[in-house]
């Protein structure tokens, strides 16, 4: 059983930059043909994903978020991370991690962490 934790700052200011991090127990990051993904939801709204990275450390970026968006691993550690910079309160949301096979809708997620709530606020 694959399992994702999120973890990070839940309050982050203005122009600052977020960063999260997902644990990963009972799989690993190297696998081959899954993408470790990170996906937002802001309130009120739909999921939106953020970008991922693959097995093999390939970065991917949704395009609207590419310049200011930084995902990175840490294999020693079964772990991978987000950064977000110079956020803006257009940027609070729950912020969740994930297990996927593809890149596209549908993404097929088979695994999540439970989401972490991350307001930017001053």
């Known amino acids: 059983q694959v399992q994702l934790q999120e973890s990070g700052p839940g309050l982050v200011k203005p122009s600052q930059t977020l960063s999260l991090t997902c644990t990963v127990s009972?799989?690993?990051?190297?696998?081959?043909?899954?993408?470790w993904t990170w996906i937002r939801q802001p309130p009120g709204k739909g999921l939106e994903w953020m970008g991922a990275i693959a097995n093999d450390g390939s970065t991917y970026y949704n395009p609207s978020l590419k310049s200011h968006t930084s995902i990175s691993r840490d294999t020693s550690k079964n772990q991978f991370s987000l950064q977000l910079s110079s956020v803006t309160p257009e940027d609070t949301a729950v912020y969740y991690c994930?297990?996927?096979?593809?890149?596209?809708?549908?993404?097929?997620?088979?695994?999540w962490g439970q989401g972490t709530q991350v307001t930017v606020s001053s």
């Open positions: 994930a297990r996927g096979r593809r890149l596209s809708e549908p993404y097929e997620y088979d695994y």
């Open positions: 009972g799989g690993s990051i190297t696998t081959k043909d899954y993408y």
